[in-house]
C-alpha cells in the first residue's frame, strides 16, 4: 500500500486535506478531526479533479479513484516519511519553546543563497503539517527545513520519525504549554527528543552556548557532532532598533550583523541561522545578506510604524518566559512615552495563577507610562493598582477608540488566541 500511495503522489501534483482549496490534479487525503470528517467530501474532491481520494470509509459503489486505508492520518505519516527517504536529502529540523519560526525562516533564507531550498510555512509544525511540509517537496529539493511544535510528551519523537532529520537544534527550553507537558522536565525531555534521534541516527545538533539547559542536556547524552553558536561575549546589541533606522544590530566576531527583528531576545535566533548555514557552506557574505533582507510577519517581532505611534508587535504567541524577554527588551529599548499591551498567556494549567502574577510584578517595575491588560488570568493581581484592565480585546478596542494613543512607543504581546491584532488598526 505505502508503494502505490508514493506512485499516486509522484503522479500527482501535491497532497490536499481540504476539499475547499484542492486544486486538479491533487491527491486527496481525508483527515478526520473533532469538528470535522474528510470522508463526507471525497467525492467532491473527485469530482474537482483529484486525482484519487484516500479514506477511511468505502464508496457506497465501487469506484477505483478511492484508496481506502484504516486511519487516514497514520496513511498521510506513513507516506510523508517514504518520500523524505526518497528525497534522500539533508533535512534540518528546529523545536523549542521560542523562535521556532523566526529560526527556521532565517535558516531558509540562508541556506537558500546556495541551495533550492524547502521549508515549512507558517507555524504548521504539527503531526499534520510537517508531513505535508516533507509532501510538497520534490526532487529539485536540494535541502529542507521543519519545524517540529509539541504540547505533550513524545510528540518530538514522533515527528523525528516522519521527518527523518540529519540535523537540527533546539532554540531553547522554557515554560510553555504547562498544561499538557506537566512540568517543565517533562518540556525539557519532550524537547530533548530531537538530541536523542540526531545522536541515534549520526545526526549534527546546533546548540546555543549561553543556554545552560541546553548544555545541561548535550552533556547528559555526550553528544559528539556538535556546533556550539552565540559566542557570549559578544551577545549584545550595537545600535537599538530606532524609528530613523528599521534595524537592529548585533556584533558578530566584530563583524556587523544587521537585522529587521526588534529586541536582543533574537540574537540566538540569528546566530543559528549563522552556523546552520556556515556549516552547509553558505558564503559568510551570502549568510549576512539573507538575515538583513528577512522581514518578519505574521505579528512576530514586527516594528510597526503608523500615523501616530511606534509599535512592537509580538503577539502570535506568548509564555512566561517570551513574555519576561519582551518586557525587558521594550524597556530598554523604547524611549519616550512607552505603553505595554499585554494579553493572558493560556495553557499554562495549575502553574497559571503565579506565572500571570509574575507577570504583573515584572511590568510594574519596567517604568512603562501605561499598560493595558487582557484576560481574566490577570483580574485577580491587578486589583487595588491603577492599570487599566480589560476581560477582551473587543472591550480595550472600545476603550482605544474612545481614548486613542498618540505618540507612544507600544509593545503588543500576547497569546494568539487573545487575538490582540485586533486592535491594530486603532493603534
Same mark, same amino acid.
Given at each position: 500500500?505505502?508503494? +502505490? ?22 491527491? +486527496? ?9 474528510? !470522508? ?21 459503489? &465501487? ?6 486505508v ?15 527517504? %526518497?528525497?534522500?536529502?539533508?533535512? =534540518? ?10 529560526t ?7 541556506l ?5 531550498t524547502?521549508?515549512?510555512q ?15 517537496m520534490?526532487?529539485?529539493?536540494? #535541502?529542507?527545513? *521543519?519545524?517540529?511544535?509539541? !504540547?505533550?510528551?513524545?510528540? #518530538?519523537?514522533?515527528?523525528c ?15 510553555a ?17 530531537l538530541?536523542? %534521534? ?7 545538533? +546546533?546548540?546555543?552556548?549561553?543556554? &545552560? ?35 537592529? $544590530? ?18 540566538? !535566533? ?5 552556523? *546552520?548555514?556556515k ?14 533582507? %528577512?522581514?518578519?510577519?505574521? !505579528? ?11 509599535? #512592537? ?9 517570551s ?11 523604547a ?24 507577570? *504583573?510584578?515584572?511590568? $510594574?517595575?519596567a ?6 491588560? =487582557? ?13 487599566? %484592565? ?35 488598526p486603532?493603534?
Open positions: 500500500m505505502n508503494n +502505490f500511495l508514493h506512485q499516486l503522489l509522484l503522479a500527482s501534483n501535491g497532497v490536499c486535506t481540504d476539499s475547499r482549496t484542492l486544486q486538479a490534479g491533487n491527491l +486527496f487525503v481525508a483527515l478526520r478531526g473533532a469538528n470535522f470528517n474528510g !470522508n463526507l467530501f471525497a467525492a467532491q474532491a473527485l469530482e474537482q479533479g483529484a486525482i484519487a481520494a484516500v479514506t477511511d470509509t468505502a464508496p457506497a459503489a &465501487p469506484d477505483p479513484r478511492y484508496v481506502v484504516h486511519d487516514t492520518l497514520q496513511a498521510l505519516q506513513m507516506l510523508a516519511a517514504q518520500h523524505r527517504r %526518497y528525497l534522500d536529502i539533508p533535512i =534540518v529540523a528546529v523545536t523549542g519553546t521560542n523562535g521556532k519560526t523566526t527556521k525562516e532565517l535558516m531558509a533564507n540562508v537558500a543563497k546556495k541551495y533550492k524547502a521549508a515549512t507558517g507555524n504548521l509544525n504539527n503531526h499534520i503539517g510537517l508531513p505535508l511540509t516533507l509532501l510538497s520534490d526532487k529539485s529539493t536540494e #535541502i529542507g527545513v *521543519v519545524e517540529m511544535g509539541a !504540547n505533550h510528551p513524545n510528540e #518530538i519523537a514522533a515527528l520519525n516522519i521527518a527523518q532529520p540529519n540535523a537540527g537544534l533546539i532554540t531553547n527550553v522554557g515554560k504549554h504547562l498544561e499538557g507537558f506537566g512540568s517543565f522536565e517533562n518540556i525539557k525531555k519532550t524537547k530533548g527528543e538530541y536523542d %534521534y540526531l545522536i541515534a541516527h549520526q545526526g549534527h545538533i +546546533f546548540a546555543w552556548d549561553a543556554s &545552560p539547559h541546553l548544555l545541561q542536556m548535550l552533556h547528559e547524552r555526550n553528544a559528539k557532532s556538535l556546533s556550539l553558536y552565540g559566542e557570549n561575549a559578544e551577545q549584545k546589541p550595537v545600535s537599538a532598533h530606532n524609528n530613523a533606522t528599521p534595524y537592529w $544590530q548585533f556584533l558578530y566576531k566584530g563583524t556587523p550583523v544587521s537585522t529587521h527583528l526588534v529586541g536582543s531576545y533574537n540574537a540566538p !535566533n540569528v546566530w543559528a541561522a549563522m552556523a *546552520v548555514g556549516h552547509f557552506g553558505v558564503a559568510e557574505a551570502d549568510i549576512l545578506e539573507a538575515i538583513a533582507a %528577512y522581514q518578519p510577519a505574521n !505579528n512576530r517581532s514586527q516594528w510597526v510604524s503608523t500615523a501616530r505611534n511606534h509599535i #512592537i508587535v509580538d503577539a502570535y504567541n506568548a509564555n512566561p518566559t513574555m519576561a524577554a519582551a518586557i525587558d527588551n521594550f524597556a530598554v529599548l524611549k519616550g512615552n512607552k505603553v505595554a499591551i499585554l494579553g493572558e498567556m493560556l495553557e499554562l494549567g495549575a502553574a497559571s495563577d503565579q506565572e500571570h502574577k509574575a507577570i *504583573v510584578q515584572r511590568a $510594574q517595575q517604568g512603562f507610562e501605561q499598560i493595558f491588560w =487582557v484576560g481574566k488570568c490577570f483580574a485577580e493581581w491587578l486589583q487595588g493598582t491603577a492599570h487599566l %484592565y480589560f476581560d477582551t480585546v473587543e472591550e480595550l478596542a472600545t476603550h482605544l477608540t474612545q481614548h486613542p494613543l498618540q505618540g507612544c512607543q507600544i509593545l503588543v504581546k500576547g497569546s494568539h488566541d487573545v487575538h490582540l491584532e485586533k486592535i491594530l486603532l493603534l
